[in-house]
């Protein structure tokens, strides 16, 4: 009789506990849907913001980077002398390996009409390192820029990169608009 | 007159399209005359969102045949398999995020940092877990975590634990967690994600101290079952309070319990209470002195631990990437023109002013300052507490499972001889 009395007592307290535990999880939930967003949201890198540090060639979680070189090819003046394909110091302008910037050789050139040239990025062999963006965007129009690409890009909770990008230019955007190219996305229309 | 008009005309044409040319490019694109076709760049489609909320429907499929499997089937064999689908989906496929355990932070951010939205996806995955442990014990931890999973099917040779080491130890989960919502509130680091030992081996790719710490915690996990589960896992401590007052839970006997010892051995995780001996009974009356001892040291160790917190603030909110640039800027002026220093540099080019980056790294620190005073002072009752736990006496008739430690991963069920 008494152990039953002292059963039931227990019960009752595990029960309390049970609900008011349940009402806890309720309030949180509560509070946390307040900012409840139905759009689903990726991470990319605002071009304008972006100062070709070289870090999302390293910091990313996926080797090589899920960053890579975009070709916004509206941008692009097709020159013969292009800052994002040739090294500074190179002597010649031809697709010898040891005139090309690019590390990994990622950058196609090919030969248009006089005297244009063509630049088309190979996603698999680019490292997202930045290089021929810093080239073009001080010596050329700024059409190469770096984008992260969602075929890769695995949304990690927090970007590895995000964290560590100095000039904060990594931030989430809504999936249904998941890139910032350059032309159509400007400085001033953010989106 | 005529020709005044004219020059005027032109210098207005000149000068408006010098200004067209500035904001525009610096070498404007060419107009082929061979029919040179552009290309577009590629630009692939993410992941859709049907696929995330096929996720959550997932995890409610596998906690709900978890539960079932538990406490109804009481099948080890189903659990297994139920973990290796989950291992597999979760953990391989899903590369391991989003998971229950990251989602704390999310859902810290979200109530402290009203700007930053959280989905519906991930708020699920924290509460759904939380609501079926209220309920059936901690099955999610059996059948439907990726990072329990890839542990729980690495056990060789599990070694018991003395109970001192396992409690001691067992603080540094609600240390982890502790961090991981002071970091997460205060929008400095998601460190649970970061240092998730298992994400690297699931994603078959992680930076080599990561791997490193990955593979010794599966080595560690042959001997020592479950270790980052028993003495890390931060979303554990809320999972452990829920399942101590579930209605339901997994018991080792179908029936009474006969107390044949058959089952002592068979906790890889020491998570099964033995009944009180006599002697143990006797000692009773000298409990309840410790107890209110104990119990009135509780509002000391909060406030130690909350001017501990406080003390330590400084140097926590250091982990805080503007925290530490203002304060490099200021302790160090010289980085100004160290060229290496890419943070220094990309912050004086970017044109913001010393004093909003001051003021806002005063701001964070503030923050921490309050975040820290709560934080110890919570750390500071859950060793009090803890300590209360150890004077508490209470009578077990049977062999039980510890309703808040238990996984309920149905290895105990095959001991049992007694059927129905």
């Known amino acids: 009789m008494e152990n039953g009395r002292k059963n039931s007592r227990r019960d009752f307290i595990r029960k309390g506990t049970r609900i008011s535990l349940l009402i806890t999880l309720g309030a949180v939930g509560g509070i946390a849907s307040k900012h409840l967003t139905q759009e689903k949201y990726v991470w990319q890198i605002d071009p304008f913001k972006c100062t070709q540090c070289g870090r999302c060639a390293t910091s990313c979680v ?22 994002g394909y040739l090294k500074p110091d190179s002597n010649k302008r031809s697709t010898a390996a040891e005139n090309q910037l690019c590390p990994t050789a990622a950058i196609q050139r090919k030969y248009i009409e006089e005297p244009y040239f063509e630049y088309v990025i190979n996603e698999d062999l680019c490292i997202g ?43 989430r955007v809504k999936a249904s608009t998941p890139y910032k190219v350059k032309g159509s996305f400007t400085k001033d229309n953010n989106g | 007159m005529n020709k005044w008009i004219r020059i005027s005309l032109i210098f207005t044409l000149l000068l408006y399209s010098l200004a067209g040319m500035s904001q525009k490019q610096r070498f404007p694109k060419p107009e082929f005359g061979t029919g040179y076709h552009q290309p577009t760049p590629v630009t692939p489609e993410p992941r859709a969102l049907a696929l995330e909320y096929t996720d959550v429907f997932v995890l409610l499929i596998v906690l709900s045949l978890a539960s079932w499997i538990a406490i109804r089937r009481r099948s080890r064999k189903e659990m297994l398999w139920l973990s290796v689908f989950t291992l597999i989906y979760f953990g391989f496929y899903r590369d391991g995020c989003i998971c229950a355990i990251g989602s704390i932070q999310n859902v810290a951010l979200t109530i402290f940092e009203p700007g930053y939205a959280i989905s519906i996806t991930t708020l699920l995955f924290f509460l ?14 059996a059948g439907a975590c990726p990072l329990g999973a890839i542990q729980d099917l690495l056990i060789v040779k599990p070694l018991s634990i003395p109970e001192w080491l396992r409690k001691t130890l067992g603080l540094l989960p609600y240390l982890y967690l502790t961090l991981a919502v002071l970091f997460a509130a205060t929008g400095t680091d998601f460190i649970i994600c970061r240092y998730d030992p298992f994400v690297g081996i699931f994603r078959m790719d992680a930076a080599f101290h990561m791997v490193v710490l990955g593979i010794a915690f599966l080595l560690m996990g042959m001997f020592v079952a479950r270790p980052y589960c028993r003495f890390l896992c931060p979303y554990g401590v809320i999972l452990n309070w829920m399942s101590r007052f579930s209605k339901w839970h997994l018991a080792i006997t179908p029936a009474a319990c006969i107390q044949c010892r058959l089952c002592s051995d068979s906790c890889p995780f020491d998570a099964i209470d033995f009944p009180t001996g006599e002697k143990e009974a006797k000692k009773r009356v000298w409990g309840v002195n410790r107890f209110l001892v104990y119990l009135l040291l509780i509002p000391a160790w909060i406030l130690i631990g909350g001017f501990a917190g406080s003390k330590a603030h400084t140097w926590i909110s250091k982990a805080n990437s503007k925290v530490y640039l203002a304060e490099l800027l200021i302790t160090k002026p010289e980085v100004r023109n160290d060229e290496k220093n890419l943070d220094v540099q990309a912050f004086l080019s970017s044109g913001k002013s010393m004093e909003i980056l001051v003021n806002e790294a005063k701001e964070i620190r503030r923050k921490f300052y309050l975040g820290s005073w709560i934080a110890g002072g919570f750390m500071g009752l859950v060793i009090g507490m803890t300590l209360l736990n150890q004077v508490i006496f209470r009578r077990k008739e049977d062999y039980q499972p510890n309703k808040g430690n238990c996984y309920s991963c149905a290895r105990c069920i095959s001991y049992c001889p007694v059927r129905n």
């Open chain 1, 62 to 83: 996926m080797t090589p980077s899920a960053v890579k070189c975009l070709h916004a090819f509206d941008l692009c003046g097709y020159c013969d002398l292009c800052g």
């Open chain 2, 128 to 141: 759904l877990p939380l609501g079926f442990t209220l309920y059936f014990g901690r099955t999610f931890c």
């Open chain 1, 129 to 171: 390192c930045a290089k021929c963006v810093k080239g073009c965007t001080s010596f050329g129009n700024g059409s190469l820029h770096l984008q992260i690409n969602h075929k890769r890009c695995l949304n990690c909770n927090e970007c590895s990169i995000a964290r560590l990008c100095p000039s904060d230019a990594i931030a």
